[in-house]
């Protein structure tokens, strides 16, 4: 989908992944919604970054598990460039470092809630404007998951790698039903990645066992999500893009 002036909503797109993302796809045409919960200035950075490279983007603030929220930006987006292409589902949470047996409910509700609730609110929203059977024109949908949704993740982190087993499942069930109304959807599983999500001194101290030897930076990912969102990418539905370094 190379289309000159697609639009893109990018959730959690203030920092890491998801400005990374919002940047490069500006860069490459999309007119870009930058998402955001709490950071105001971050987004504002993001946006103004976008705008002094020559792009078209603004920011929004909203909570993806709120579903308010999330109808009242799409529609806003909606009137602002008068469609939606694209979303790229990357607002999430990492948690903290529990064991199961520590955890309290209040922690996994919110994992929950944020990491495939809202995730899966926002691409509800994005199809039901986008969907050919809607009188849509058809777009992509690239969600963010983890490898850690594969591998169970690395100690004291089973909530969050629960909730990316979730985004996984759901996004391979979201692919199949949707591919018949012009809908690509696909998910990026990053490894170890330099965002500040990670705990200090974290990445640090592991990414010697990265087999490529290091840990990616947010632009890297970026590269796979971008590329998902374009017509190179056309056969791809239900695919599961893992950028680990061989981890």
Not at 26 to 50: H, L, P
Request: charge should be neutral; charged fraction near 20%.
């Amino acid at each position: 989908m190379d289309r000159t002036n697609g639009v893109l909503v990018v959730t959690g797109a203030s920092r890491g992944i998801g400005a990374a993302t919002a940047r490069r796809a500006a860069a490459r045409g999309w007119r870009v919604c930058v998402n955001y919960r709490t950071d105001a200035a971050a987004a504002e950075r993001v946006v103004a970054a976008i705008r002094d490279d020559g792009g078209d983007a603004f920011e929004v603030r909203a909570d993806t598990a709120d579903e308010a929220a999330v109808i009242a930006m799409f529609d806003t987006v909606a009137e602002r460039y008068g469609r939606i292409d694209a979303l790229v589902a990357n607002a999430g949470t990492y948690g903290t470092a529990r064991r199961v047996a520590d955890l309290p409910v209040a922690e996994m509700r919110q994992m929950l809630e944020t990491n495939v609730l809202g995730l899966m609110i926002c691409a509800r929203e994005a199809v039901r404007r986008m969907s050919t059977r809607s009188g849509g024109a058809g777009g992509r949908i690239v969600t963010v998951s983890s490898v850690a949704g594969m591998n169970g993740g690395s100690g004291q982190r089973t909530h969050y790698a629960a909730s990316k087993g979730a985004v996984n499942a759901f996004t391979l069930g979201l692919a199949k039903e949707v591919a018949g109304e012009g809908i690509n959807v696909n998910t990026v599983s990053p490894g170890l990645t330099w965002t500040d999500m990670n705990p200090p001194g974290r990445l640090e101290a592991i990414e010697h066992t990265v087999p490529i030897g290091r840990a990616a930076q947010p632009e890297e990912i970026a590269a796979g999500i971008v590329w998902l969102l374009s017509d190179e990418a056309s056969y791809c539905v239900g695919a599961n893009l893992t950028m680990s370094g061989g981890r």
